[in-house]
């Protein structure tokens, strides 16, 4: 068992005194490419990182059977009632899985992760698809990924209250190690597609610049709002039905967006080609442009993801962007082998010389999606 996994079992056995029937983990996330694309019906290319979280699931025994969660991390006990704290993201699972006309019994369950908190990585996706996973398999459920997938978006949406996409959920499930993930978003059809770095001689970078990403949600229900509108002003369901004709029918900041989504759709797809050629080169590139359109277009960067980007580019990183929502977060750089300590080094001082917060550094692999532990 992975060490979080380990954590978790020992916790449940701590808090409720027997061994847990099951233990199950998923992971965190980046996205490579395709943002703000996934609620416009179009595509995405998140790959997972080996950082988890993990949940024991038992029923509980002498004969008191109330659900009880217990977080390892901030050790506390939480009941089964929404309180707007980490607790909402497992009973969201447990509503939505009711709503979508499972029998979910009372269970317990303890949890423990390392992904960080708050920071872009999908800690949030993660502990989601542990809880779905585990109470799929705990209640004999026999719901497919996709199906705890939807689940999972669900519980984010309408009980945890926020208005996010299927990517993250998605990544979390469907991703395998050593391969991103290519999601459409409007048909749910996924594939792997192979992401050797270690062949290609390159590390995946995360900066977590530490920006508070305290206006994160009204921003990101606002690009929301304009692509829909953006969309009914030019008849189309989705942007991602829109076509470059279309763009000077628009005006403003629906231009903007829409012109973001279109060029960034556009990219995924050449971006899967890329890297089925094993052209790195010409997916890193793919990366800059994004980034350049998520800046200018999409208008979600901040000057600290713009100074990692920079500074990466200007120490031969093959392509670097920022990742996830914006707004603040993290973002990535395609690293040579070995390079990655200048780049930091770099980072750290063009930071400091702009009197930015310290940020913080992790190297990752593409790592495997939810599994059931043992
Ligand atoms: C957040 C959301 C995702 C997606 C990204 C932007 O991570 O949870 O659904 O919309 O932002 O690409």
New binding site residues.
Partial sequence: MRETEQRAARAYREQFGEEPELVASAPGRV?LI??????NGGF?LPCAIDRRVAVAVGTGGRGWFETSLYSADFDEMRQIDKDSSWADYPRGVAWAMGEAGHEIGTFRAAFAGNVPLGS?L?SS?AIEAATALALDAFFGLGAGRTDLAVICQRA?NGYVG?N?????QYASLLCEAGAALLVDCRSLEARNVPLDLTAAGLVLVVCDTRVERGLADTG?NDRRATCERAASTLGVEDLRDATEGDLPLLSGEELKRARHVLSENARVLEAVEALENRDFDGFGRLMYASHASLRDDFEVSTPELDTFVETAEEHGAAGARLT???FGGCAIALVPEGETAALTNACEQAFAERSFEEPAFYEFLPAAGAELAG
């Fill in positions: 996205n395709g943002e703000h694309t996934d609620y995405v872009g999908s996706a984010e926020v996010s996409g299927i990517m993250d990101y996830g929502a914006g």
